[in-house]
């Protein structure tokens, strides 16, 4: 059975959710998937995702690895002979939930093979397991997303509480400069003291609000106001780059209601709302900067 987990854009909040504020976040209609089948060779537990040049054993020393070795032990799976074979429609390292996808789908896909229920607390805590160990002080919103899918608002007490929406067209730009979200979590915890009462969190989260009420408004001009200032303070927090910057004026520039990086940022990707009519434009200025964007289409329900 091929098991998937989905990737995620983070609308509002990133980074202030993992101090307890809320974040708006929705899943991409796209992510890993992964398979278990037998490895007829015999010997180690294996995970092959060719689209991310990824080849590694449970035994290697490197990352993927431990994270492997950490969802199998957390879900009592064993190390069983069979090669986890996966695809991914989303990039690594930018910002998408990739890691989170691919702990999802792995976790499913072991627990399918060892003939299990996908219990989605069993996957949630395995998942977390695995995010621990690539992120440290992971907040639990992108395993949250990569598993239910939708759209939502997250809060680290309650989970992630979905609603229905009118679709909602995201223009995604990855930017192609990869980075560490552990390293990007630590550079707000020295910027803020990892405080909750530090006023930077405290607005991130205001617009999570603020932007969310936009969004069931249907009023995107008030959604991308609440992310053009979002963006403005997580560059305070010293989580933009030039190259971020750069490509969310020239979204905003081509007629774009707000734009943002989303995930840790440091690299990784921005995102775009956009009258329909503008969309094209964007894409173009993005691509003339020698970033691929496409559009995702997310939320729906309502
Ligand atoms: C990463 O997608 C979002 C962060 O807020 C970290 C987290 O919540 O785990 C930067």
């Known amino acids: 059975m091929t098991c998937i987990g989905l990737g995620k854009i983070i609308l509002l909040g990133e980074h ?11 899943a991409l209609d796209r992510g890993v998937t992964m398979a278990a089948v037998p490895t007829p060779a015999g010997g180690s537990l294996r995970l092959d995702i060719p689209a991310w040049s990824l080849k590694i054993l449970a035994s290697d020393d490197h990352p993927v690895s431990r994270a492997l070795l950490a969802i199998t032990d957390s879900l009592g799976v064993g190390r069983p002979t069979v090669t986890l074979v996966g695809d991914a429609q989303i990039p690594h390292s930018a910002g998408l939930g990739s890691s989170a996808a691919l702990a999802v789908a792995v976790s499913r896909a072991m627990l399918s093979h060892a003939k299990r229920k996908l219990d989605a607390k069993e996957i949630a805590a395995a998942a977390s397991a695995s ?6 002080r992971a907040s639990g919103v992108d395993v949250a ?7 939502g608002v997250y809060r680290k007490a309650t989970g992630l509480r979905s609603f229905a929406s009118a679709p909602l067209r995201v223009l995604v730009g990855p930017s192609g400069a990869p980075r560490t979200t ?5 550079k707000v915890a020295d910027a803020t003291s990892a405080s909750p009462d530090d006023k930077r969190l405290r607005a991130l989260g205001a617009l999570t609000d603020t932007g969310t009420n936009a ?11 609440s992310m053009n200032k979002a963006h403005e303070i997580l560059a305070g927090l010293g989580v933009s780059t030039d190259q971020l910057d750069s490509l969310c004026d020239a979204a905003r520039s081509t007629g774009a209601h707000g734009a943002k990086l989303t995930g840790a940022g440091g690299g990784g990707a921005v995102i775009a709302i956009a009258p329909r009519e503008r969309e094209n434009a964007i894409l173009t200025e993005w691509k003339n900067a020698g970033v691929t964007g496409f559009v995702a289409t997310v939320g729906g329900g309502a």
């Open 131 to 136: 995010e621990a160990l690539m992120h440290g």
């Open 145 to 151: 997303l990569a598993q239910a899918g939708g759209i």
């Open 16 to 26: 202030a959710v993992v101090y307890g504020f809320p974040a708006l976040a929705a």
């Open 215 to 225: 969004l069931l408004a249907k009023d995107l001009a008030g959604l991308g106001a």
């Open 182 to 186: 552990s390293a990007m979590v630590d």
